[in-house]
C-alpha cells in the first residue's frame, strides 16, 4: 500500500514569516513529486513539480527532496494571508505508474 | 486553452435519480482521471483511464460508470444517486514527458448533492 504521510495541521504562522511543510512517502520507486495548493472550495493548483534530490525555487516557494530519507518539503517564504490554504503533496513512481498517491493535506493559516 | 472543463458547477439530485458528470480536456492527455473529496478530506480516485477505449477502477468505483470513447471526452456516471454520493467531484487529466510524470490539471469541479 503506497502512503503518503502530511501533518494536517492547521500550521499557524504570522506574516513575513517562512512556512515550511512536510511530506513522507512509502514507495522507494517514487519519481515524480508535487505540490499542490487548494483553496477552500476549489480545485487543486499545481505549485511545484520536482524530480531530482535537491532544492528547487520558484519565487517565494522551495521544493526539497530528498529521496534518501523519503521526504519532500514545501518553504513559502514571506508567507502571506492569501497563502492560507490546504497544500496537497502527490507522488508518482515512473513506468506504469498511472495514479499519483496524494497525502490529505496540510492546512495552513497566515495571521496578519 | 481551457485546460479542464467539468459540467454541471452544480447540482440537486434525488434519491435514485441518474446523472453523467461531463468532463472534457483539450491538452491531448492520455490519461484521465475523477476523483470525490467529502469535506474536509482527501481526494479519492474512483476511476481514471490511460486512453480512448482503456478505464480501471480506482479506490471508490461503486456506483459509478465511465467511458472513453475519445481522448478528449471521460464523462462520469452515477446510477441510483445515493446520499453517501454527496461530494466534490474533480476530473484530472496528465501526461508523461522523457519518462517523467507531469503534474495534473484539474478541472474546476461539480458539487452534488443527493436529497
Known amino acids: 500500500q503506497k502512503e503518503v504521510e502530511q501533518n494536517s495541521g492547521p500550521l499557524s504562522v504570522p506574516e513575513g514569516a517562512i512556512a515550511s511543510l512536510n511530506c513522507t512517502y512509502s514507495?522507494?520507486?517514487?519519481?515524480?513529486f508535487f505540490w499542490y495548493r487548494q483553496y477552500s472550495g476549489k480545485s487543486p493548483e499545481l505549485i511545484m513539480s520536482?524530480?531530482?534530490?535537491g532544492d528547487k525555487e520558484d519565487g517565494r516557494f522551495t521544493a526539497q527532496l530528498n529521496k534518501a530519507s523519503q521526504y519532500v518539503s514545501l518553504l513559502i517564504r514571506d508567507s502571506q494571508p492569501s497563502d492560507s490554504a490546504t497544500y496537497l503533496c502527490?507522488?508518482?513512481?515512473?513506468?506504469?505508474?498511472?495514479?499519483?498517491?496524494f497525502g490529505r493535506g496540510t492546512s495552513l493559516i497566515v495571521h496578519p | 486553452n481551457a485546460g479542464v472543463t467539468q459540467t454541471p458547477k452544480f447540482r440537486i439530485l434525488k434519491i435514485g435519480q441518474s446523472m453523467t458528470l461531463q468532463c472534457t480536456q483539450d491538452?491531448?492527455?492520455?490519461?484521465m482521471y475523477w476523483y470525490r473529496q467529502d469535506p474536509g478530506m482527501g481526494l479519492k480516485l474512483i476511476y481514471y483511464?490511460?486512453?480512448?477505449?482503456?478505464?480501471d477502477k480506482g479506490e471508490v468505483p461503486n456506483g459509478y460508470n465511465v467511458s472513453r470513447s475519445t481522448t478528449e471526452d471521460f464523462p462520469l456516471r452515477l446510477e441510483l444517486a445515493a446520499p453517501s454520493q454527496t461530494s466534490v467531484y474533480f476530473c484530472?487529466?496528465?501526461?508523461?514527458?522523457?519518462?517523467?510524470?507531469?503534474?495534473?490539471?484539474f478541472g474546476d469541479g461539480t458539487r452534488l448533492s443527493i436529497l
Open positions: 484530472a487529466s496528465s501526461t508523461s514527458l522523457q519518462g517523467h510524470w507531469q503534474p495534473q490539471h
Open positions: 514507495d522507494r520507486g517514487s519519481q515524480s
Open positions: 520536482i524530480y531530482s534530490n
Open positions: 502527490a507522488v508518482q513512481a515512473s513506468g506504469g505508474s498511472y495514479i499519483p498517491t
Open positions: 491538452m491531448n492527455h492520455n490519461y
Open positions: 483511464s490511460v486512453g480512448a477505449g482503456i478505464t
